[in-house]
């Protein structure tokens, strides 16, 4: 059994279901500590220690550079810092009934691992451990900064994990250079996808006012789903922006239509839209707030609207993150990765508010929070030796 697929086992027979970390950040500090990583446990949430994060960081050697042609006085530089970002926290197994092992019995069967979260995203955790491990063990004196950011709300609200890592670090001064989170990325095989950016999410909710009334009395009242009608067809139809080379164009969704007292007999007083913006780097959230207003008002409505932004898109384009991952997955694997910016969102979101370069890069994710969530063992081994690679790639090019 290699080492990676032991830590796997070891945390995916943790039941650590959002928002509990259930020991798996306990597993992990005592391998990070050995090797020399300053371990912060961040506790937050509404109930104390509810949600468990932690902050590892490793500092590397300084540069030492010439200061001017003048005086070649040496001087020493902040090495480049790489976050290995990620979440012990997963999603309920659903009726244990279905599953054909125990969901946090970490069984081995046909060529995989199976258990909630195997594959989203305990075995990229174990990868990154072992990765350090193994480059460190060759390159102790490395000068990049490493650091590990675990969180245990990811799959929940997401609003006392990362987020609030990233507030605190932004408090004390610290900056990031580049990061990889561990997120399921690949498609078929580890290695042929990299998401190097991600669309916002923004929700709203719209509230249509008119007049209760009978419903044999239409002129005696004022129905707002009918008044709603018109606008919302407008809104479906819109276009909002036209996407570019990253991104497709941003989507406007109907969530959920609530209307109507349950008698069939009434018109109701008020309609109630939730609605989601899937956005591009194109537009904002003010841009697209304004536009869907002007709608609105277009069509004389009478309403309330209350808007919630669950996170930014973020873009990192081509350059020295992207050129080391890419590096390492083709030398591991011989595979050209594709880069793509589709699916949902991660803590990429909020990492990316003080990192200029965040990528998403792990195993397959056709099992992630399915019934028999697995990973396939013979993509666990390539995957952490992608990790070891990209920090061996960024060593060469810091140093250089």
């Known amino acids: 059994m290699s080492n990676t697929l032991q830590l796997a086992q070891q945390l995916l027979a943790c039941p650590s279901v959002t928002p ?140 006392d994990g990362t987020v609030a890592v990233c507030r605190a670090l932004q408090a004390r001064g610290e900056t990031l250079d580049y990061c990889i989170v561990g997120e399921p990325t690949s498609v078929q095989r580890t290695g042929d996808m990299i998401k190097n950016g991600r669309r916002g999410s923004m929700n709203g909710r719209l509230t249509v006012k008119g007049v209760q009334g009978h419903i044999a009395y239409p002129h005696l009242a004022k129905n707002p789903i009918h008044l709603l009608a018109p606008a919302l067809a407008d809104l479906a139809s819109f276009v909002w922006d036209l996407g570019n080379d990253f991104f497709q164009p941003t989507s406007w969704q109907v969530s959920n239509i609530h209307g109507g007292t349950g008698a069939s007999n009434v018109i109701p007083s008020a309609v109630v839209v939730d609605f989601n913006f899937r956005f591009s780097t194109e537009s904002t959230p003010e841009s697209l707030q304004k536009r869907l207003t002007r709608v609105l008002e277009f069509h004389e409505l009478e309403y309330d609207l209350s808007w919630t932004i669950n996170g930014l898109p973020f873009l990192t384009p081509p350059g020295t993150l992207l050129d080391a991952v890419r590096a390492a997955v083709y030398s591991e694997t011989g595979i050209s990765a594709e880069l793509s910016t589709t699916g949902g969102t991660s803590d990429g979101r909020f990492i990316a508010q003080m990192c200029p370069q965040v990528i998403e890069f792990g195993p397959p994710n056709a099992s992630i929070h399915k019934i028999n969530e697995y990973i396939a063992i013979a993509d666990i081994e390539p995957l952490k030796n992608i990790y070891r690679r990209v920090l061996e790639n960024l060593d060469d090019l810091v140093r250089a």
């Open 20 to 159: 509990n970390d259930a020991g798996c950040q306990a597993l992990i500090v005592p391998r990070l500590a050995a090797m020399g990583f300053v371990c912060e446990t961040i506790t937050a949430g509404p109930a104390s220690g509810m949600v468990t994060n932690l902050w590892a960081k490793r500092p590397g050697t300084l540069v030492s550079t010439a200061q001017a042609a003048s005086n070649s006085v040496a001087t020493l530089t902040p090495a480049k810092t790489l976050v290995f970002a990620g979440h012990t926290d997963v999603v309920p197994a659903g009726p244990l009934q279905e599953w054909d092992s125990a969901p946090f019995a970490p069984n081995t069967r046909d060529g995989r691992l199976y258990a909630r979260g195997a594959s989203d995203m305990k075995t990229s955790l174990a990868a990154f451990v072992v990765a350090i491990e193994e480059f460190l063990a060759s390159n102790p004196n490395t000068t990049l900064n490493i650091a590990v950011l675990l969180t245990s709300d990811e799959e929940g609200l997401a609003v």
